[in-house]
């Protein structure tokens, strides 16, 4: 992505001290969304990066409750691809499949709709914020319980001292790195 893309959204995140909890400084990228050339900029980059980088077709675009629901769809519609919902526990009909998993200020439960991706789908997990990478390291499990690859993690910001990317079984290609 140009530096002064990169620059003008990362002028555009907001920065919260002890927020959701004592100790953790929370980076809320709602703002961006405030600005439409920031999120063109934003999506046109990771669609270019995504079909420079894969030969093969992505056949899912994996989204993370909440935030990744913003993303995802953008970039699923322009590659083509499906995009499948990854939730937090009791709000998916149907049979599910389900993870336990550790984030920065908590525990949660992610649950997929086992019929969503099919055995041997080509996955792209996407998120807003990857921290100590427990979210997606879950995501990541809940595509393997569909027999299906995630072949790269994708997130808008990295926070590189939590070095949630050793977590992950696949490629991260995170836009801002904090
Ligand atoms: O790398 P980790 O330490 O797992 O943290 C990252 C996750 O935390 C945030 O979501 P949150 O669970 O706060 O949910 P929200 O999107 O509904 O606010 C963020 O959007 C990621 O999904
Ligand atoms: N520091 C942080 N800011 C925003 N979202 C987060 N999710 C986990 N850690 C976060």
């Given at each position: 992505m140009a530096q002064h893309d990169i620059e003008r959204i990362k002028s555009l995140l907001g920065t919260h001290e002890d927020f959701p909890k004592k100790g953790i400084v929370f980076k809320d990228?709602?703002?961006?969304?405030?600005d439409p050339t920031a999120v063109e900029a934003l999506i046109s980059n990771i669609v270019h990066h995504i079909n420079s980088t894969q030969a093969e077709k992505i056949d899912v675009v994996v989204g993370l409750d909440a935030r990744g629901f913003l993303f995802g769809p953008l970039v699923a519609l322009r590659l083509g691809a499906a995009f499948v919902p990854v939730r937090k526990q009791g709000k998916l009909p149907g049979e599910c499949a389900s993870a336990v998993y550790e984030k920065e200020y908590g525990q949660d439960v992610f649950e997929i709709q086992k019929s969503a991706v099919k055995p041997g789908a080509r996955v792209i997990v996407i998120d807003d914020l990857i921290a100590t990478g427990g979210s997606a390291a879950a995501a990541g499990e809940l595509v393997k319980k569909c027999q299906a690859t995630t072949v790269e993690y994708v997130f808008i910001m990295e926070l590189d001292f939590l070095k949630g990317a050793e977590k992950l079984d696949a490629p991260v290609y995170s836009l801002i790195h904090l």
């Amino acid at each position: 992505m140009a530096q002064h893309d990169i620059e003008r959204i990362k002028s555009l995140l907001g920065t919260h001290e002890d927020f959701p909890k004592k100790g953790i400084v929370f980076k809320d990228m709602f703002p961006v969304f405030q600005d439409p050339t920031a999120v063109e900029a934003l999506i046109s980059n990771i669609v270019h990066h995504i079909n420079s980088t894969q030969a093969e077709k992505i056949d899912v675009v994996v989204g993370l409750d909440a935030r990744g629901f913003l993303f995802g769809p953008l970039v699923a519609l322009r590659l083509g691809a499906a995009f499948v919902p990854v939730r937090k526990q009791g709000k998916l009909p149907g049979e599910c499949a389900s993870a336990v998993y550790e984030k920065e200020y908590g525990q949660d439960v992610f649950e997929i709709q086992k019929s969503a991706v099919k055995p041997g789908a080509r996955v792209i997990v996407i998120d807003d914020l990857i921290a100590t990478g427990g979210s997606a390291a879950a995501a990541g499990e809940l595509v393997k319980k569909c027999q299906a690859t995630t072949v790269e993690y994708v997130f808008i910001m990295e926070l590189d001292f939590l070095k949630g990317a050793e977590k992950l079984d696949a490629p991260v290609y995170s836009l801002i790195h904090l």
